[in-house]
């Protein structure tokens, strides 16, 4: 039988890399195991492992969310996990230009700023390869 851990372990894998989830784990301690229980169930069991909605879409929300609200380790985190959900580069300018208008011109433009920075990286590795 499959658990809400099993499946949220699975999810985050798929959308942020097995790599990452590996790390994640190596690194968990006693202390900060409940906060890593809490987000593989809810997080990724529950709501990223949803079906009412594609990863794509949950991806834009994510990243507006994040950039709206300012938390930009986690955005890079997302932003970096964009070609495993089926999102685009196109679909994340169009989630801040939300992000501009709803939560604010000066949290989209540093969003903007960090994904570009991000989207350069990732390009630089694919030309090196």
């Given at each position: 039988?499959?658990?809400l851990s099993d499946t949220g372990t699975a999810t985050r894998g798929r959308v942020l890399g097995a790599a990452h989830v590996d790390r994640a784990q190596a690194a968990t301690?006693?202390?900060d195991a409940p906060f890593q229980d809490l987000i593989t169930d809810a997080a990724w069991g529950h709501v990223w492992?949803?079906?009412t909605i594609t990863l794509r879409e949950r991806s834009m929300m994510t990243i507006a969310l994040l950039a709206g609200l300012g938390n930009d380790g986690e955005l890079a985190l997302h932003l970096r996990a964009?070609?495993?959900?089926?999102?685009?580069?196109?679909?994340?300018i169009e989630a801040l230009l939300h992000v501009a208008i709803y939560a604010g011109v000066p949290?989209?433009?540093?969003?903007?700023?960090?994904a570009r920075e991000i989207f350069a990286q990732a390009d630089a590795e694919e030309d090196s390869a």
């Open positions: 039988m499959t658990t301690t006693p202390f492992s949803r079906d964009i070609p495993n959900t089926g999102a685009s580069r196109d679909d994340v949290r989209a433009n540093h969003a903007i700023k960090l």
